[in-house]
């Protein structure tokens, strides 16, 4: 059974920073690309960043404008998202996900149907 467990986000003031982590069971966590994806209410699912099962290769959604980071503990089966410079305008649900296939990596399609394991999702709420 594929489990994806999320941290507990939080609520930060604007310009504050937050570290989301999500820990993966019952799977090789090493053989496998992550992403984190975000959903604000009434919207889809919108794709962050995409890290290879090395850590080696990364995508960033070009807004966040190197505010986030991504990287991956092989050893712990653990993914995170750094999140400095914080706005309101990223208020959200944070989800982390596994790529459904094993080795694969891009950066040109990275929508929700390429992703079959999901975290239960953690709120970030940004005040201004």
């Known amino acids: 059974q594929v489990q994806l467990v999320e941290s507990r986000g939080g609520s930060v003031q604007a310009g504050g920073s937050l570290r989301l982590s999500c820990t993966v069971s019952g799977l090789p966590f090493d053989l496998y690309t992550m992403a984190w994806f975000r959903q604000f209410p009434g919207k889809d699912r919108e794709c962050l960043t995409v890290i290879d099962r090395y850590g080696a290769r990364t995508y960033y959604e070009r807004s966040l404008k190197g505010r986030f980071t991504t990287s991956r503990d092989n050893a712990k089966n653990t993914v995170y998202l750094q999140m400095n410079s914080l706005k309101p305008e990223d208020t959200a649900m944070y989800y982390c996900?596994?790529?459904?296939?094993?080795?694969?990596?891009?950066?040109?399609?990275?929508?929700?149907?390429?992703?079959?394991?999901w975290g239960q999702g953690t709120q970030v709420t940004v005040s201004s």
């Open positions: 996900a596994v790529r459904n296939e094993r080795y694969y990596y891009t950066e040109y399609d990275n929508s929700r149907i390429r992703y079959n394991y």
